[in-house]
């Protein structure tokens, strides 16, 4: 991969599409604890010789397995609808038409868990009345009010292809639109002190996208194309609370809102690009890679604050702001594959990637924030041994980072946010293996691992809370002799969520019984080292962890229908990331959030297919 969006690698999710002539109706539904379930159907339907309509539907919900003693809710709550259609058409052999359409709602009920209480005596007091208070090993929330996401998305899209002799030209037209409201109580207390940090999102996307591909087989293959980007994000932040720490100490009597009130953004960012890539086959087993990309994108962005409509404190006005930003980039890439057998290829590429300017004004002032460029080097080796029982696949990459794009964790505002800023430079290098082995036919075990050594080289932020500061300029969190402020040098320091060691094991059996049935069985478990949430932060520390999974049924050999039992983190491991409370309400103290994938599920499923 290189180019646009491509500087750590690109995951693309290919849905099925219709089948001529087919019909079938697949049911899968699932059971399990905390009322995690999950309803999907989906139905192929011939309309015709050359039409098929494929439609899928489907939720899925689970309780939270975090009580709230307070308000009676759960944190990790989960409740999804969506429906997906496509419909194909191919009029003639040269011509065929895809058109998509989707809608989804999805419902979260996370929120931050307090890690530890600090020095603040007030906001001590509030948990006096609880036979167990919040700390390390607790998972329970006591704020009053909520912390929802509410998010309802759809899109459509028409696909057409169309053969010019060998050629294919491909056209594709999207469109999506996405809302989310979000409803935020950040104090985490029984008591109103800071319970609406409130806002959402309403964004819309269009792109274009026409392509020109070669006959395969050739000497030469490649691809052209020609893309267009346009998007528009609106959104809007109120944070505001009263500040109230209970009957003794209750609070000003009106709201104190930060900001000055509602903050409304909108952000419209169009991208133009060019781009080709193909393969040169110099002799047999011997291919010339080579590919170019040419980009150019236009972000601006605004922010206007209006006041509350009710009456309250202002802490901290903050400006109106508009601003544009421009960049173009040419980025490309260049490869050798060698297939000294069938079974066996090794590979080497260099390749650029780019990630487009943006503006962010997460902390009430506005910055620009320059594009990410990346030059990246890789070797591998792909391969299938044993007549295909053995599959062993490496690769070995090395990525050099400029200005490159992280979110930083600004703890000098009141709460403390995350925004977007460049780091400078980063060095992410490192190895992976995927190996796969059929020892019979009815077992397969596969196994896969990473090293990875992912360390800024150039990053300037802010001090992380509590952080020694160094006496000599440029060390540690020391504070700087021009803006006299305190800053981190944090060079050296790998990024924060990026394990160094991950690995992954896997088996597969099946086993043939009498009447046409047949056992099935897997087990996976998935281990990752110690990371931390926070830059810096030693107590932000996530330790490592490994999650076992697993699923046995029984079913026809046919596969018209199977029975079976899942467990998700079977051992039942929880894993949570800290991060620093807001100072102004519990300083010296931190906060969790906890993954709804940190607690054990163990449930049914039945399947049938038509």
């Keep these: 991969m290189f180019g646009k969006n491509s500087s750590a690698g690109v995951i693309q999710i290919v849905t099925r599409k219709p089948q ?172 109103d002190i800071f319970n609406h940090s409130d806002g959402g999102i309403d964004s819309n996307q269009f792109t274009q996208e026409l392509r020109l591909t070669s006959p395969s087989g050739k000497r030469l293959e490649y691809t052209l194309g020609l893309y267009y980007y346009h998007t528009t994000n609106g959104g809007w932040t109120a944070q505001y609370g009263d500040f109230n720490f209970g009957p003794l100490f209750p609070g000003y009597g009106v709201p104190v809102v930060l900001g000055g009130g509602i903050r409304n953004n909108v952000n419209y960012v169009r991208s ?95 910055h620009e924030v320059r594009p990410e460029t990346v030059k990246s080097y890789e070797i591998g080796l792909k391969s299938q041994l044993f007549n295909g029982m053995l ?36 060095r992410a290098r490192g190895v992976e293996v995927e190996t796969s082995l059929r020892v019979s036919p009815r077992l397969r075990l596969s196994a896969n691992g990473a090293y990875s050594d992912a360390t800024y080289r150039q990053y300037l932020s802010t001090c992380y809370p509590g952080q020694p500061v160094s006496a000599v300029v440029g060390v540690g969190c020391y504070v700087d002799p021009t803006t006299k402020a305190n800053v981190a040098n944090y060079a050296g320091y790998r990024l924060p969520n990026a394990p160094e060691w991950s690995y992954n094991l896997r088996a597969d059996f099946n086993q043939p019984l009498a009447n046409e049935l047949t056992l099935d069985a897997n087990a996976n478990w998935a281990w990752r080292d110690k990371t931390q949430a926070v830059l810096g932060d030693p107590k932000s520390t996530i330790t490592a962890y490994g999650l076992l999974n697993g699923t046995i049924g029984i079913g026809a050999s046919d596969g018209a229908w199977h029975v079976g039992i899942y467990a998700r983190n079977l051992l039942n491991k929880h894993f949570y990331a800290a991060y620093a409370a807001p100072a102004a309400i519990n300083p010296g103290g931190y906060s969790k959030i906890v993954s709804p994938d940190a607690f054990r599920t163990i449930g049914g499923t039945v399947s049938f297919r038509f």
Aim: negative net charge; without cysteine.
């Design 20 to 191: 001529l002539g087919v019909s079938s109706l697949d049911l899968d539904l699932s059971y399990g604890e905390r009322k995690d379930q999950l309803e999907r159907a989906t139905a192929n339907v011939p309309l015709g010789s050359n039409v098929a309509l494929r439609v899928t539907a489907f939720h899925n919900a689970q309780q939270g397995a975090i009580p709230n003693v307070v308000n009676g809710t759960h944190v990790g709550d989960r409740d999804n609808y969506g429906i997906r259609g496509k419909l194909l058409w191919e009029p003639t052999d040269k011509l065929s038409l895809l058109v998509t359409g989707e809608y989804q709602t999805g419902f979260a009920r996370d929120g931050q868990l307090i890690e530890s209480l600090g020095v603040n005596p007030l906001y001590n007091m509030l948990f006096n009345r609880f036979a167990v208070k919040p700390g390390h090993d607790v998972y329970i929330a006591y704020n009053d009010g909520d912390w929802t996401a509410n998010t309802r998305l759809w899109g459509s899209s028409l696909q057409a292809d169309y053969r010019l002799g060998d050629f294919t030209l491909t056209s594709i037209t999207a469109y999506r639109s996405l809302k989310t409201t979000q409803l935020t109580d950040i104090d985490g207390s029984p008591a």
């Design 391 to 426: 599959t062993f696949n490496t690769s070995l990459y090395w990525s050099d980072f400029t200005n490159f794009q992280a979110q930083t964790f600004d703890t000098s505002v009141t709460p403390p946010a995350f925004y977007l800023s460049n780091a400078g430079g980063m």
């Design 272 to 366: 133009l690009a060019a781009y080709g890539q193909g393969t040169y086959r110099i002799v047999d087993g011997v291919k010339l890679i080579g590919g170019l990309r040419y980009t150019n994108d236009r972000n601006h962005g605004e922010l206007v604050v209006d006041k509350l409509p009710f009456p309250a404190i202002v802490s901290g006005q903050l400006p109106n702001y508009s601003g544009t930003v421009r960049a173009d980039n040419v980025s490309g890439k260049v490869g050798l594959q060698v297939e000294p057998t069938r079974n066996v290829m090794v590979y080497a590429t260099w390749s650029t990637g780019y990630k487009g300017p943006a503006i962010d004004g997460t902390t009430g002032t506005i």
